[in-house]
């Protein structure tokens, strides 16, 4: 006789509808939005800044002044970004504080941005913060909780989210996220249509650095879809875990102590970093690019912060094997924020001292660059 299994009875579940909308609150973040937007209208461009290099070598520099934009960094542009994201996603709400875990300048730009929608800003970092950047998020309203171990950021930053009802940014994870890399006069579709009257408008390499990650993806992603050829490299200082992580494929890797060139480097390889669209790096020992930022005063005249220095090093050092090989083109990179936030440290030399950075090698190495296009 055959089994016979009797099926149970279904379950008919009760007709539910549960109504979310909330009237008041799209009308706050209709007008958030609105807000942050109209900036990237006042302030989506920056310069091109040309770099004056003999002209017989044949190859051009350029670096694009982020320092211009109204908070005075490269960050700007991801602080806005991430607050979209952040604002479209229903992340933020009216009297809610918006915390963020920063090494200074991410934390300058959102300070700024929570100011213009009207919620509380917190900024988690290091104690060894510069002065300057701390009176910087002050002054745009928002309020610095310092740690001792840079390693706590992230956990502080979102349990102080946690206890304050507020929203953790997390700008480490959503940079590469949060930017539309497409176009959208992104950094590098600015850098492109910049370039489009130059001798050599499409750039042999485009030089960055990395604190998320997240211009060099938005950099490296725009190449690709556009179909150019430039190479895109990234220029990581001392103590960083970006480098040996990138070079070793293993993004696991972390480090003992943290970067001494704010900004950039981290001591661990952070979700942002997108290792696999980088074509080269190069490690730049700190005094390097101190002494590169120095050269640049003399270039053109404008101070940057220790980042630019890392990158115009690595730069350099392209335009270089440029000569070398007699290969004529361009090079881009980036002034990312100004060096006026930065003079009690890479402008002082009794930090330096105090640090044992020894700039003298390096600042030869320039001064023999610069007469015969060798980087030795």
Not at 54 to 68: A, N, R, T
Not at 305 to 313: D, H, Y
């Amino acid at each position: 006789m055959a089994d016979h299994h009797e099926r149970p009875a279904p379950v008919v579940a009760a007709e539910e509808d549960v109504d979310r909308y909330d009237p008041d609150y799209r009308r706050w973040l209709a007008s958030a939005i609105r807000k942050v937007r109209s900036d990237a209208n006042r302030s989506g461009d920056t310069h091109l800044v040309r770099v004056p290099l003999p002209q017989e070598w044949g190859v051009d520099l350029y670096l694009k002044d982020e320092s211009v934009h109204p908070t005075g960094s490269l960050k700007h542009r991801l602080a806005r970004s991430l607050f979209l994201h952040a604002l479209c996603n229903g992340w933020i709400h009216p009297g809610r504080p918006v915390v963020e875990a920063s090494s200074g300048s991410t934390a300058v730009s959102e300070a700024y941005f929570a100011s213009l929608i009207g919620v509380p800003f917190y900024a988690v970092m290091a104690r060894s913060t510069s002065r300057q950047k701390v009176e910087l998020i002050e002054f745009h309203g928002g309020t610095c909780h310092f740690v001792d171990d840079a390693h706590e950021v992230y956990a502080v930053a979102a349990a102080l989210a946690e206890e304050t009802g507020g929203h953790y940014m997390d700008q480490f994870t959503y940079a590469e996220q949060a930017t539309d890399w497409r176009g959208n006069n992104n950094i590098a579709e600015s850098i492109f249509e910049q370039m489009s009257m130059e001798e050599h408008p499409e750039p042999a390499w485009i030089v960055a650095t990395a604190g998320t990650g997240g211009t060099s993806a938005t950099l490296a992603r725009y190449v690709r879809y556009t179909g150019r050829s430039t190479g895109i490299c990234v220029a990581d200082p001392e103590n960083s875990a970006f480098f040996p992580g990138w070079r070793d494929r293993d993004p696991a890797v972390t480090t003992a102590i943290g970067s001494r060139i704010e900004g950039i480097g981290r001591q661990r390889v952070e979700t942002s970093f997108i290792a696999t669209s980088i074509d080269r790096m190069m490690r730049v020992p700190d005094a390097a690019s101190i002494a590169a930022v120095l050269l640049l005063e003399e270039l053109i005249g404008t101070r940057a912060g220790a980042s630019t220095g890392t990158s115009l090093w690595a730069s350099l050092r392209i335009v270089s094997e440029m000569v070398a090989a007699g290969t004529k083109g361009s090079v881009v990179s980036l002034i990312c924020d100004p060096g006026e936030r930065y003079l009690d440290k890479y402008y002082s030399p009794s930090w330096l001292a105090d640090e044992g950075i020894d700039i003298a090698p390096y600042e030869r190495r320039l001064e023999e660059f610069m007469r015969t296009g060798v980087m030795g």
